[in-house]
């Protein structure tokens, strides 16, 4: 198994065990991406998209490990993933039973200067309620 499937799994772990609760409430939040930073804490946060761009600048400059190309795609994914995630949403509310599929995108921050950063599309189901939670 390669280091990029390590850390997949090793993310898929984080969000569907101590960062469950802010991967749901992102995918129905438009202002927002989920960020994993091994080097800061906690190392997954929900970070609006202006402070994304501080944090993280991106761009073809030195320097950079993300182009703009890279934003754009993540954009266009983030919207897509929150229109589903809102009729998802709708549908849970409706039909009880119902486990309708919801999903967000996840920067992934490399701590090495000299490679990318990378990103991931996360899916989840809305599981019927308990007690009021997902």
């Excluded at 993280?56 to 490990?65: D, I, L, N, R, S």
């Excluded at 998802?88 to 309708?100: D, F, K």
């Amino acid at each position: 198994m390669d280091g990029r499937n390590e850390d997949l799994d090793l993310l898929a772990a984080l969000l569907d065990g101590p960062f469950r609760r802010l991967r749901d409430d992102n995918h129905i939040d438009p202002h927002r991406i989920l960020v994993w930073d091994r080097q800061r804490q906690p190392a997954i946060q929900a970070v609006p998209f202006l402070e994304l761009l501080s944090r993280y600048p991106c761009g073809e400059e030195v320097g950079t490990q993300w182009s703009g190309q890279d934003l754009v795609e993540i954009l266009q994914e983030k919207h897509e993933l929150l229109r589903r995630s809102l009729v998802a949403q709708e549908i849970a509310a409706e039909r009880e039973e119902a486990q309708p599929a919801c999903g967000t995108v996840v920067l992934t921050i490399n701590p090495d200067p000299d490679l990318p950063h990378s990103w991931a599309v996360v899916r989840a189901c809305i599981t019927p309620r308990q007690g009021g939670q997902h």
